[in-house]
Each structure stands twice: as structure tokens, then as C-alpha cells.
């Protein structure tokens, strides 16, 4: 009995003994490879979390953005200030800028960035969501063939991805990682545009995830070009801020069905 309880004690001093050691050697390898100079450590002007926002200012939709609902809102609260051509005096959102950054960020901007007005009080989580989606929307919007859009996305991508974009196609278990399911908000919304354009044509490394650029579909006589893969881009988030019964969304279907059969 004392025998053991005299081991378990060497036991203990032993795994202390080690984790010191670790902990000093980590320490000294973050020493060696982080520049103290050029960190900049928090301060009182320089807090490590703004004061202005914290996580709890930050949350994703607990449904999909509504467009309708984005653009009522977009007009009450941001057109004063803001609008998608140029005006005299109002800042101009351009494609380009839509393209550069994340969902998240636009949410962010309206939410707490002491740079801007904070909607955080005046607007609901929900209300914002649908701004930033209109946003979206009024400059990238979706596919303009859509129908055909989604035909291709069906004979190439569905098969892992699904045709709702829910990671459920045909192949999926097959995988892993799982393919990307696009009705993600954290995703999806962690993600510019350009980088899904760039996923898409250079495929992901160590996953399923192939490379389109400039393949060519010889069923349907079609070449994933640059046009092509920024349609896709299109299509794959219109899965993140569209519902079937959105009605921006279906006066857009009835226009793309009617040019397609035109
Ligand atoms: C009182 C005027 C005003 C109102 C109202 C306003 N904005 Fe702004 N917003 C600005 C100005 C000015 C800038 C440019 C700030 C800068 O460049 O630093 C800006 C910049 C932005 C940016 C780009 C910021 C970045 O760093 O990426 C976004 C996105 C934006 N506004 C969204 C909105 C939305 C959405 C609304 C409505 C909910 C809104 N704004 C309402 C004045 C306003
Ligand atoms: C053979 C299966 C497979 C096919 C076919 C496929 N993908 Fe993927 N895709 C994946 C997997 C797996 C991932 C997730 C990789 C990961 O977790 O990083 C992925 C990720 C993605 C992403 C990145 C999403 C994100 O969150 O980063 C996009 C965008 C994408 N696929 C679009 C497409 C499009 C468009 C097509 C058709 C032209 C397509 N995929 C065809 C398997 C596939």
C-alpha cells in the first residue's frame, strides 16, 4: 500500500517535471519566432477586443435573408447615404467591393465598426442579414441563365454537392471531408466571392474537390471559362439567401425561364 502511494507520488512529480519542461520549451520556441517588436501587444488605446464590438455582436441568421425584406429596409435605413450608382454626394457600392469581402464583414460594418453607424440597436439580427443579402444581391444577383446554370450544376456538382446545395449528393459518403454544403451561413459567409471563383477553378487540395477552369463537358458542348465559373459562383450562393417563396426570386426564375424558351 505505501509502496504504491510512494510510486504514484514519484508518478506525479515526474508529469509535473515534464510539463514545465514543455511549457518552457514552447515558450521559448514562441520567443524565437515571433518578433516582439512588431507584435502589437493590446493597450489601453489598442484593447485586444474593441470595446464597440464584442462576440455577442456577431451572430448568423436564424433563417435566410430575405431580399424583399433587405431592399425595404436598405431604402429606410442606408440610401440616405449610400446607393449603387453614382450620386453627388453618397457612397457608391461597386461590384468589385462586393466581390473583395465576406457577408460576415458588410454584416459587421452595419454592426459595430467605429468607423460607421451602429444598426445594431435600431435594426433586428434578421433585418441586418436581409440588408447585407440585398446588397449582394442588387450588385452580383444571380445566375442570368439561371435554368441552365442549375442544369450544368446538376451534371457536374450535384452528384457531391446535392442539387439543393445540401452536401447530400450521390457520392457523399464516399468522402471526407464531406463536400461543402452551401446553405451553411458559416461557410458560406466566411467566404469572398473571389475565393469561391478560386476554389472552383483550382479545385481544393486533399479533398474531392476537383479543378474546373477551362474543363470542357462534351455531353452538353460547354467550357467551364471564366464567364462560366463566376455564374457557378453566382449559383452557389444564391442557395445562402434565397427561399422559394422569396418573390424577387421567382419574378427572376419567370424571367430567365421565359429568355430561355424565347
Ligand atoms: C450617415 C451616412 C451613412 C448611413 C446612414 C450608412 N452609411 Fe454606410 N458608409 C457611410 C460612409 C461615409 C462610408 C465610408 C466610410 C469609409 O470609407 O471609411 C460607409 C461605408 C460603408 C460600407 C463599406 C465599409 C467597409 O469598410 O467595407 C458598407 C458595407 C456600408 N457603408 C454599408 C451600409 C449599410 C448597409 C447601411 C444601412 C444599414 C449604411 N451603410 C448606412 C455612411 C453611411
Ligand atoms: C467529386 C466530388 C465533388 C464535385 C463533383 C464537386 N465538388 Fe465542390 N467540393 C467537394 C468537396 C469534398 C468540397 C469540400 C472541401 C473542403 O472541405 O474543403 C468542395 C468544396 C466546394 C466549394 C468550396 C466551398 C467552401 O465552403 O469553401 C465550392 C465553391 C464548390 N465545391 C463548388 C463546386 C462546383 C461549382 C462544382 C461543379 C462545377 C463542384 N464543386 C463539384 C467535392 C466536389
Redesign the pocket.
Known amino acids: 500500500m505505501n509502496k504504491k502511494n510512494k510510486s504514484l507520488k514519484i508518478l506525479r512529480t515526474i508529469t509535473l517535471v515534464m510539463c514545465i519542461v514543455l511549457v518552457g520549451l514552447l515558450l521559448n520556441a514562441c520567443q524565437t519566432s515571433v518578433n516582439l517588436n512588431k507584435v502589437a501587444l493590446p493597450s489601453e488605446s489598442n484593447p485586444l477586443v474593441s470595446k464597440k464590438s464584442t462576440a455577442a455582436d456577431f451572430a448568423y441568421p436564424t433563417k435566410d435573408p430575405s431580399i424583399e425584406d433587405g431592399k425595404k429596409s436598405f431604402g429606410q435605413n442606408c440610401a440616405s447615404c449610400h446607393s449603387f450608382k453614382t450620386e453627388s454626394g453618397k457612397q457608391t457600392f461597386t461590384l468589385k467591393y462586393i466581390n473583395s469581402v465576406t457577408p460576415s464583414h458588410l454584416f459587421k460594418v452595419i454592426t459595430s465598426n467605429e468607423k460607421h453607424p451602429s444598426f445594431k440597436d435600431k435594426l433586428s439580427r434578421q433585418e441586418r442579414w436581409d440588408i447585407v443579402m440585398y446588397l449582394r444581391y442588387e450588385l452580383f444577383g444571380l445566375p442570368k441563365e439561371f435554368e441552365d446554370i442549375k442544369t450544368k450544376?446538376g451534371g457536374?456538382?450535384a452528384?457531391?454537392?446535392g442539387t439543393r446545395g445540401f452536401a447530400d449528393g450521390n457520392?457523399h459518403y464516399y468522402?471526407n471531408?464531406?463536400?461543402?454544403n452551401f446553405n451553411q451561413f458559416d461557410?458560406?459567409y466566411e467566404?469572398t466571392d473571389e475565393t469561391?471563383f478560386d476554389?472552383?477553378s483550382n479545385g481544393?487540395p486533399w479533398?474531392?474537390?476537383?479543378p474546373?477552369a477551362n474543363r470542357i463537358d462534351k455531353d452538353k458542348h460547354f467550357t467551364f471559362d471564366d464567364k462560366f465559373r463566376w455564374e457557378?459562383v453566382k449559383y452557389?450562393r444564391q442557395f445562402g439567401y434565397s427561399t422559394e417563396k422569396d418573390p424577387l426570386r421567382q419574378e427572376k426564375l419567370f424571367k430567365s425561364n421565359r429568355t430561355n424558351k424565347d
Not at 471531408?177 to 461543402?180: E, G, N, V, Y
Open positions: 450544376f457536374n456538382c452528384v457531391c454537392h457520392i468522402l471531408p464531406l463536400p461543402a461557410r458560406l467566404k469561391l476554389e472552383i481544393i479533398t474531392a474537390m476537383p474546373w457557378l452557389v
